[in-house]
């Protein structure tokens, strides 16, 4: 039952096979078992999460029923969540109990799926590897030496691990694509402002973005099925009409162009990830898709950009964190400038400190115009880039990451190579596109790799329908980690 996708599992719970309250005590007892080892989950309330697995079982008996009633879920721990501590993983927020929830946490609460607990993440979403949390770093479960990714590591982990059936996670440069494809499962990030971020801590406003991480696409399908949607809490939220993302995931895929980009090819990619990458595009030429070649031609402009624009609005969305209005307050100090000093050198860690200096630089007098405004104006270039590139493709297909999964330890003491962990998926934010990582494969060291999938805007049906019709003839998104 644990390795089940959702509408096996919805089915079962239906038919009274299983009832919630065991299907979650499953889940429960497998995260007592493995997450000393994992690190995966930081919060659980069991007593919570079994109340609710007994509403979804009442609801199922009333036949009141959602296909998601019952089904337990990880969420990141940013997501806002009444009752609970929200914490980012970080000091400064560590006492934090949210007193409302996260629109998706509503979302996920109204159809009655079960909430298992908070997953680990790098602190305030800014990492590419799970190892700047409060917390301790989490592990990948197909290699414990190995990062899981990040930021979302923790909910990568608890899917791959079969610790949950399916996970929350957050994307502002690539946070829920990389982590899928390190640990070997199926994610999207929707283009931007389809999914409400009303009780998401901010960390890049204009480019986080809150998504499904799950075994299957059809379970990304499911997820996003009320996840998705108009919230007027949320000033960026898109008002469109809701759509039905499982309709689409038999549709024949013949005749689709799939854009390759040259760009994403380069030396810089391993030989390994490389070949997966080729292979997968063969068996979807099988399918009956065609191949096109396409340019992105100010690609390469993307990490400086980001490394601007991201840490620009990082400084802005953490100014609140003073130890007066939010946070962690120093217990020693002179007076009120000690007493912000303090608060905030004592609250956050080094990564995310990094970051507020740099955006602080960049948004000063004198600089704005040097840094700031011409990051943007790449953004725009970037931006028509693709959609140049999907006048002659239907979709991109490209790679997730250069590598696969490193070791725990290997590039913290290089931010440069750190960063360019998400050179491939970067842009997708800077320009609000949907954008997937699909199980491609596995190396020869038996680490899994993923393929990237790129849509123009509001394309997220025929994502799903490349990715299922994909899982539909390989079994890589099937397999599990042994632990």
Same mark, same amino acid.
């Given at each position: 039952?644990?390795? #089940?996708?959702?509408? $096996? ?6 038919? *009274? $096979? ?67 501590? $929200? ?7 560590? %006492? ?55 930021? &979302?590591?923790?909910? #990568? ?45 901010? +960390?890049? &406003? &204009? ?54 980009? *040259? ?26 898709? *065609? ?17 601007? =624009? ?31 000093? !303090? ?6 860690? !080094?990564?995310?400190?990094?970051? =507020? ?41 490209? @790679? ?5 999964? +490193?070791?725990?330890?290997? *590039?913290?003491?290089? @931010?440069?190579?750190?960063?360019? &962990?998400?050179?491939?998926?970067? #842009?997708? %934010?800077?320009?609000?596109? @949907?954008?997937?990582?699909? @199980? ?17 805007? +509001? ?5 799903? %329908? ?18």
């Amino acid at each position: 039952m644990i390795n #089940a996708t959702l509408r $096996t599992l919805s089915e079962n719970l239906a038919h *009274k $096979t299983i009832s919630s309250v065991e299907l979650t005590e499953m889940f429960l007892k497998r995260i007592d078992d493995l997450n000393p080892i994992l690190n995966a989950f930081i919060a659980l309330d069991k007593e919570k999460t079994q109340q609710a697995a007994k509403s979804a079982d009442l609801r199922l008996s009333k036949g009141q029923q959602h296909a998601l009633t019952g089904i337990p879920i990880a969420i990141k721990d940013l997501f806002c969540h009444q009752g609970w501590k $929200t914490t980012c993983c970080s000091k400064i927020l560590k %006492n934090f109990v949210s007193p409302y929830s996260a629109h998706v946490v509503e979302q996920c609460q109204n159809v009655g799926m079960v909430i298992l607990g908070h997953t680990n993440m790098d602190e305030f979403a800014m990492g590419s590897s799970n190892e700047y949390s409060c917390y301790g770093p989490v592990k990948n479960p197909w290699h414990v030496d190995c990062t899981p990714g990040g930021s &979302s590591g923790g909910s #990568a982990a608890s899917v791959a691990a079969r610790l949950a059936p399916v996970a929350l996670g957050t994307d502002t440069g690539g946070s829920i694509r990389q982590p899928a494809s390190f640990c070997g499962i199926t994610s999207i990030k929707p283009t931007y402002g389809m999914v409400s971020r009303f009780g998401m801590v901010a +960390f890049a &406003s &204009s480019l986080d973005q809150c998504g499904p991480m799950a075994k299957t696409a059809e379970d990304c399908a499911l997820l996003l099925n009320i996840l998705a949607g108009f919230d007027e809490r949320d000033a960026t939220s898109i008002l469109r009409a809701k759509e039905d993302y499982t309709r689409n995931l038999n549709a024949s895929i013949e005749g689709l162009r799939i854009g390759l980009p *040259k760009e994403y090819f380069s030396n810089a990619l391993d030989t390994q990830v490389a070949s997966l990458i080729k292979k997968t595009v063969a068996i979807l030429n099988q399918l009956g898709a *065609k191949t096109v070649d396409v340019s992105l031609p100010n690609i390469d402009l993307s990490i400086p950009a980001y490394y601007v =624009i991201a840490p620009a609005e990082a400084s802005a969305n953490l100014a609140r964190y003073d130890g007066i209005r939010f946070g962690h307050r120093a217990h020693d100090y002179e007076d009120l400038t000690e007493l912000y000093e !303090k608060s905030r050198a004592e609250g956050f860690g !080094k990564e995310v400190k990094q970051r =507020i200096l740099i955006g602080t630089y960049v948004l000063s007098h004198g600089y704005y115009d040097a840094y700031y405004l011409k990051a943007q104006k790449i953004r725009r270039l970037i931006a028509e880039d693709f959609q140049q590139a999907f006048k002659v493709c239907d979709v991109i297909a490209a @790679p997730v990451t250069p590598t696969t999964a +490193f070791r725990l330890g290997e *590039k913290q003491n290089d @931010p440069i190579q750190m960063y360019l &962990s998400d050179m491939y998926t970067i #842009a997708v %934010n800077l320009a609000g596109l @949907p954008g997937m990582s699909v @199980p491609s494969g596995f190396t020869d060291e038996a680490m899994p790799a993923g393929i990237q999938l790129i849509g123009s805007y +509001f394309s997220e049906s025929r994502l799903l %329908n490349v990715a299922h019709r994909l899982q539909q003839v390989t079994d890589w998104h099937h397999r599990m980690p042994h632990l």
